[in-house]
Structure formats: structure tokens, C-alpha cells
T-cell receptor
Framework: DSGVTQTPKHLITATGQRVTLRCSPR?????VYWYQQSLDQGLQFLIQ???????AKGNILERFSAQQFPDLHSELNLSSLELGDSALYFC???????????FGEGSRLTVL | SQQGEEDPQALSIQEGENATMNCSYK?????LQWYRQNSGRGLVHLIL?????REKHSGRLRVTLDTSKKSSSLLITASRAADTASYFC???????????FGEGTQLTVNP
């Protein structure tokens, strides 16, 4: 158990819909990262927050947004969903903004 | 875009044999990390090697780093069926933060 909690574990929705994925980092970790893993794209970095502020941005679509709240949990919002958004979405956390990442078990999103 | 590229993409060996996976990357790095992922599960950190280190050991794992060739290797000795998983290298560059992952090597250890 990494200490990182992601909900929901599985989510099935329709094209055009909006979903919110939630992540609770390890106790004490200030950095939260979001990654997308799909069969054809591998593991893609989406965005990183450090102590509530956006620190780095990767290949995150404009339809996607994220935030980190004062209690350090984070949410990833995916809107106007397309079939190609079906993937595993991972949250990871770390104490600082560098070094080893601790991954959650992921949220598997299926868009029908 | 992927920074690291693992080689081979898939590796199948017998229990007790050694498994070697390679990773190549493109830009200068602060550190390189190896992660393991069981099918459909979260990634688990295995080992981190800094850019000024050449070799590191952790249990049955041995990692080497050659910054002149921009490459790293992960050796798993005396493999076990439970080592069956995907193995990813990830690089950290610049001012830190994001890790960029390779495509992974799927290792199968046959009992």
C-alpha cells in the first residue's frame, strides 16, 4: 500500500460527459502528480501541483483541469469526454518536488 | 513525448535466470528511476540513481547509469515468477518535478 488513495477505482460513462477523479496523497506529501496511461500512448504526464500551486504542466488537454486543495488532496476534472479518453489515470505524490513518486492504484475510465 | 525508451519491449525467461532491461534517454538528467507495474496496478518505485552515480544495488536489483551514452540498465538476478511485471525507467530533468516515463519492458518469468 503506497498510502495514495484514488477514487473511484472504475468509472464508465458516455461521450460528452464530465467526470471528476479524486486523489489523496500520502500523509505529509506536498506534491501531487497526475498521469494518464493508455495502450497506445504509454504513461503520459498531465500536471503537477506542489502545496496547492501548479508546478508543471504536461500533455494535458484543455478539456481537462485539475486543482489541489488546502488539505492537499487533488481532483482531476475531465469534460466533454471522448472515446480516446478511456485510460487509466494515476495520481502520485512525493514529499518534495523531486525524487521518488508514490503511485495510487489508478482510476480506470471507460468512455462508451 | 517519451524521454526514455526501454529495450527489449518484452522478455521471457525461466525462474532463476537473470533479467536485463535497458533504457535510453535523450536529454541530460538529474536522476533516473526504475518502477515496476503489475498488470493494471499502480507503479511501485524500485530504485533511483543520480546523474553522478554509476551503479547502485538494492537486494536482487542492480542498476547502472552511463551518462555519456545516455543509457541505463536494470539487472534482476535470480528471477522469480513473482517478478513478472512491466518495468519502466523514468527520468527527471532540469529543475525537477515531472518524471518522464519510457514505454516499459514486459518481463515474464516462467516457473
Amino acid at each position: 500500500d503506497s498510502g495514495v488513495t484514488q477514487t473511484p477505482k472504475h468509472l464508465i460513462t458516455a461521450t460528452g460527459q464530465r467526470v471528476t477523479l479524486r486523489c489523496s496523497p500520502r500523509s505529509g506529501d506536498l506534491s501531487v502528480y497526475w498521469y494518464q496511461q493508455s495502450l497506445d500512448q504509454g504513461l503520459q504526464f498531465l500536471i503537477q501541483y506542489y502545496n496547492g500551486e501548479e508546478r508543471a504542466k504536461g500533455n494535458i488537454l484543455e478539456r481537462f483541469s485539475a486543482q489541489q486543495f488546502p488539505d492537499l488532496h487533488s481532483e482531476l476534472n475531465l469534460s466533454s469526454l471522448e472515446l480516446g479518453d478511456s485510460a487509466l489515470y494515476f495520481c502520485a505524490s512525493s514529499l518534495q518536488s523531486t525524487g521518488e513518486l508514490f503511485f495510487g492504484e489508478g482510476s480506470r475510465l471507460t468512455v462508451l | 513525448s517519451q524521454q526514455g525508451e526501454e529495450d527489449p519491449q518484452a522478455l521471457s525467461i525461466q525462474e532463476g535466470e537473470n533479467a536485463t532491461m535497458n533504457c535510453s534517454y535523450k536529454t541530460s538528467i538529474n536522476n533516473l528511476q526504475w518502477y515496476r507495474q503489475n498488470s493494471g496496478r499502480g507503479l511501485v518505485h524500485l530504485i533511483l540513481i543520480r546523474s553522478n552515480e554509476r551503479e547502485k544495488h538494492s537486494g536482487r536489483l542492480r542498476v547502472t547509469l552511463d551518462t555519456s551514452k545516455k543509457s541505463s540498465s536494470l539487472l534482476i538476478t535470480a528471477s522469480r515468477a513473482a517478478d513478472t511485471a512491466s518495468y519502466f525507467c523514468a527520468t527527471e530533468s532540469g529543475s525537477g518535478s515531472r518524471l518522464t516515463f519510457g514505454e516499459g519492458t514486459q518481463l515474464t518469468v516462467n516457473p
